[in-house]
Each structure stands twice: as C-alpha cells, then as structure tokens.
C-alpha cells in the first residue's frame, strides 16, 4: 500500500496519530506537501462524504475523521503557506449563517495565507452583517464565504445586498464557493468569483490584490 493511501485510510479510521506520523514521513520521503493535502487528506476526507452520504458513517465517524484531517494539516500548514512575502491583500473569510462546515473554508484560507494574503478568518455560522463589518473595520479588498448547504449558501445573495446597502459593493470582490455552490449561482447573486477548490481561489485571491 502507499504511503498516500495509507494516509487516506487512517483519516478514514480516525487515527489522528497515525495520520499524522504517515504525513511526516510523506515528508521526510520528499513528498510534495500539495500532493499529500489532494492525495491523502482529501482523499480520505471525500471518502467518508461519500459514506456519509450513503449513511455508512455516521455524524461521530465524520468528526472523529474531520480532526484526524486537522492533525495531517497542522504537519503540512507550515509548508503550505511558507512564503516570505508581506501582505498582498486582506481577505475576510467565514462560512456562512447556519453552516457549520469549516474544513474547506479552513483549506482556503491556509491557500490564501500560503498566497501572502493577510486572511481575517470570521469561522463559522457568520451573519451577512459580520462580513460586511469586518470588511469595512479591516479594509478588506475580498470578502469570501463558503458554504456546504443548498440551504445555506442563499446567504451569500445577502452578503451582496448588503455590501451594496452599506455602500462598499465596488470597494470589495465577492468570492464564493463551497460544494453545492457554482459559477451560474455565483452570477445570479451578483457575486465576482466562483472558484470550485481552495487552491484556485487562493490564486484568484492572488490575483485580485495583484491589480487592486
Ligand atoms: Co455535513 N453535509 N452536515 N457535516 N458534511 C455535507 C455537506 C453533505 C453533502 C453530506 C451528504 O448528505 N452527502 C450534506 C449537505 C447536503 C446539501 O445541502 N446539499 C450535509 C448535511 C446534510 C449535514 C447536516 C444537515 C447533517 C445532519 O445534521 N443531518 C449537518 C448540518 C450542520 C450545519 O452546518 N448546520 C452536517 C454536519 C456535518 C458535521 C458537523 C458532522 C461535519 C462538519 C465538520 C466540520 O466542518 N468541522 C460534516 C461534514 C464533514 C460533511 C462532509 C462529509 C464533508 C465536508 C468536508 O469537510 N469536505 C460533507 C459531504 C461531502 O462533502 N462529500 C457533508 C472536505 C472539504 C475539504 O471539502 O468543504 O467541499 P469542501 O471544500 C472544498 C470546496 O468546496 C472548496 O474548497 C475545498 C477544497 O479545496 N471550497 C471553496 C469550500 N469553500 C470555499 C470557498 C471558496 C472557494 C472554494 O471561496 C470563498
């Protein structure tokens, strides 16, 4: 078995300290950090959504593997957003009201900060309200909301209204994302950026500071 799928299979298992000596020695091997997150971590995490979904696992199951993927991340985050540089940008990030999803929300913004961006991570369940304000006490250039729920990512469309309320809608780009979210919803909302994983929405992020 290699070591990527072994590192999948414990997440599986929730085995945390395995998970987490099989990604040092993924490492120490010379394993590129991004290839462990896709191959191994995500893996595993995807393979239980789909259990999850066939109701194999249950609720426990989930967050027994949810922290066994934290403890792989922890070892990996350092890598991941080594980088040197000075701020390029603010970012304002949270999962949206009513959704307590956080591990891809966290994945962005470990991506973002891995960009050089300066991310003010609001966490989970935040009010359209909280982004609006801390967008404006921190002179965001992004506000990013991620949701997981078909019943909640319809808060993103108040994220927007309210930015246009509060006068700031051509101060900020709005990014979102999250599973059940894509472009098509991204446009009937009037938000900026739809990207479909972390890694492309650090780099849209890049990319917006860039020519801000
Ligand atoms: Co929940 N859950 N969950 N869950 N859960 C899903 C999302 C679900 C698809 C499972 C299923 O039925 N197949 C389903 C949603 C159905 C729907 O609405 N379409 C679901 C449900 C129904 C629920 C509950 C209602 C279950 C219940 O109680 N009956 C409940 C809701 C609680 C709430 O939020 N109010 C619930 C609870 C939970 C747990 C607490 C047990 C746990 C969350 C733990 C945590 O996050 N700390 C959990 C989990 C773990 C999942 C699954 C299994 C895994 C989600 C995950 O972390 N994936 C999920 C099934 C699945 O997705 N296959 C499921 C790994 C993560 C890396 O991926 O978050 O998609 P993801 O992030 C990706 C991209 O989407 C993207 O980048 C990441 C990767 O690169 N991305 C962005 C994310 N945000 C982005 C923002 C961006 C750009 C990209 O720009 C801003």
Known sequence: MSLL????????????????EAV????????EA???????????????GEKFKKNQVYVPEVLIA??????????????L????????GKVVIGTVKGDLHDIGKNLVKMMMEGRGLEVIDLGIDVAPEEFIEAAKEHNAKIIACSALL???????????????EHGIRDQVTIMVGGAPVTDNFCKSIG??????DA???????ARVCETA
Do not use: H, W
């Open 191 to 196: 938000a900026d950026i739809y990207t479909p």
């Open 24 to 31: 040092q020695k993924a490492l120490d091997e010379g394993m």
């Open 199 to 205: 890694a492309s929405a650090a780099e849209a992020a």
């Open 150 to 164: 078909t019943t909640t990512m319809t808060q993103m469309k108040k994220v927007v209204e309210l930015t246009i």
């Open 66 to 79: 949810a922290k066994a993927m934290y403890a792989g991340m922890d070892i990996l985050k350092p890598i």
């Open 81 to 88: 957003t080594e980088t040197g540089v000075e701020s390029a």
């Open 34 to 48: 991004k290839d462990i997150l896709n191959k191994g971590l995500l893996d595993g995490m995807n393979i239980i």
């Open 5 to 20: 799928n072994e590192i999948s299979i414990f997440l599986q298992q929730g085995r945390a300290k395995n998970v987490k």
